[in-house]
């Protein structure tokens, strides 16, 4: 994996994904049809060899694979977020799923999210960042155009999701957003 400087951003942090991330815990979240309902992970099932053998793969990606872990040691790691790299075109897209519960609705998500797509767009040197999600997924919806980015497109019927097709939402944050873009 590229290199990352940890994150301190107040009442969480973003660091690298180790081995001492995986656990029945962080297994359990990938298996939870709840927290995978609007992720292509819901087609897969998990369990601690497949999470090794994909932190595996990502070491020695120029790809980040970051853990999101709360200041409070009750709630410790609570999900991630991955960075996929275009650097010839100084661009990234970014995800991120949350899969403890009790954080759900804490903004500890919320200042990951930015705080990634931030440091991204000064210290990582990117012009561009793109996320995309489900239409169905108001969550994730609100949590781009809350970190400042703008909805582009629609990529209409991209998914089957619980039996019907739903359009692929995508958005994205410049560097220099208060520019006009072609």
Same mark, same amino acid.
């Given at each position: 994996m590229r290199d990352f400087p940890a994150l301190d951003l107040g009442r969480c942090r973003l660091v690298p994904f180790t081995e001492g991330h995986l656990s029945d815990r962080y297994v359990g979240w990938l298996n939870d049809p709840a927290v995978v309902r609007y992720s292509e992970q819901r087609h897969r099932h998990h369990d601690l060899a497949s999470c090794t053998a994909y932190l595996q793969a990502m070491l020695p990606s120029r790809d980040l694979f970051l853990a999101i872990e709360a200041v409070d040691p009750a709630l410790g790691h609570i999900g991630n977020i991955s960075v996929s790299f275009d650097d010839p075109n100084r661009s990234a897209d970014v995800s991120i799923m949350v899969g403890e519960t009790a954080a759900r609705g804490? *903004? =500890? *998500?919320? /200042? /990951?999210?930015? *705080?990634? =797509?931030?440091w991204l767009l000064t210290d990582g040197g990117l012009r561009r960042v793109t996320a995309g999600t489900m239409a169905k997924n108001s969550a994730m919806i609100a949590l781009m155009e809350n970190g400042g980015m703008t909805i582009e497109c629609m990529r209409p019927r991209a998914f089957i999701c619980e039996g019907e097709e739903v359009a692929m939402v995508l958005a994205a944050r410049f560097a220099d957003d208060d520019r006009p873009h072609d």
């Open positions: 804490t *903004g =500890l *998500g919320s /200042a /990951a999210w930015r *705080g990634i =797509l931030d």
